[in-house]
């Protein structure tokens, strides 16, 4: 079954701290997403990466960065978070070409 | 500019009452339209791609449909743990983004 986890489904951070999220796909997958969604603004890219080491600003890149070392792993780091990154943030694997596979999401809250 | 809009943005029914949900979209090139099922809190889930007009595909009481410029999902009868939010997104040639709709707010009642 395909597999794509994220490592925390909860967060809470105090503005200005940094803030790692991983997200780790089992399909072999060449791309990857990072998303966040928001009541009545829905789901935004933030990053994708269509292979290891490569990366592409999404619409909302401002105040994020990721790493993609391993073709598998894709990391989205909030250098210094604050409190308009409070969000549901989501990542997503895919086959070329083929359909998004999503985490279970990781909620994160920004105080 | 890629561009999906859905409506309606939130839809209340009856269990049994059949009903279609929309998806309008403009892309230059359209590689593949997909739908997903989103729960409460959780990440959505992928139901259907769909790549050409007239294509048709089916999964128990859902169906989705396509033409040039919109694409449906029909829900035929539907049960409460039907409910839940439905996201289209469209895919261009062009690129490996994915440019999603608002989402279609369903509740099926008892």
């Given at each position: 079954d395909v597999k794509v986890t994220q490592s925390s489904r909860y967060l809470v951070k105090r503005t200005g701290e940094k803030v790692f999220l991983e997200c780790v796909q089992?399909?072999?997958?060449e791309n990857m997403f990072w998303y966040r969604q928001d009541p009545g603004l829905g789901l935004r890219l933030i990053y994708f990466s269509y292979d290891v080491k490569m990366k592409e600003k999404g619409d909302i890149p401002e105040g994020y960065s990721v790493s993609r070392e391993k073709k598998e792993r894709f990391s989205l780091i909030l250098e210094s978070a604050s409190t308009n990154q409070t969000s549901m943030y989501l990542c997503a694997s895919s086959p070329n070409p083929g359909e998004l596979f999503f985490g279970e999401g990781s909620r994160l809250t920004v105080l | 500019e890629d561009q999906v809009t859905q409506s309606p943005e939130a839809l209340r029914l009856q269990e049994g009452e059949s009903s279609s949900l929309n998806c309008s979209y403009t892309v230059s090139g359209l590689r593949g339209l997909f739908w997903y099922r989103q729960d409460p809190g959780k990440g959505p889930e992928f139901l259907f791609t769909l790549y050409s007009a007239g294509e048709e595909k089916e999964k128990e009481r859902l169906k989705a449909t396509l033409t040039k410029k919109e694409s449906f999902l029909h829900i035929t009868a539907?049960?409460?743990?039907?409910s839940a939010t439905y996201l289209c997104a469209v895919q261009a040639y062009y690129g490996q983004n994915f440019v999603f709709g608002p989402g279609t707010r369903l509740s099926v009642l008892p």
């Open positions: 089992d399909m072999d997958h | 539907p049960k409460p743990e039907d």
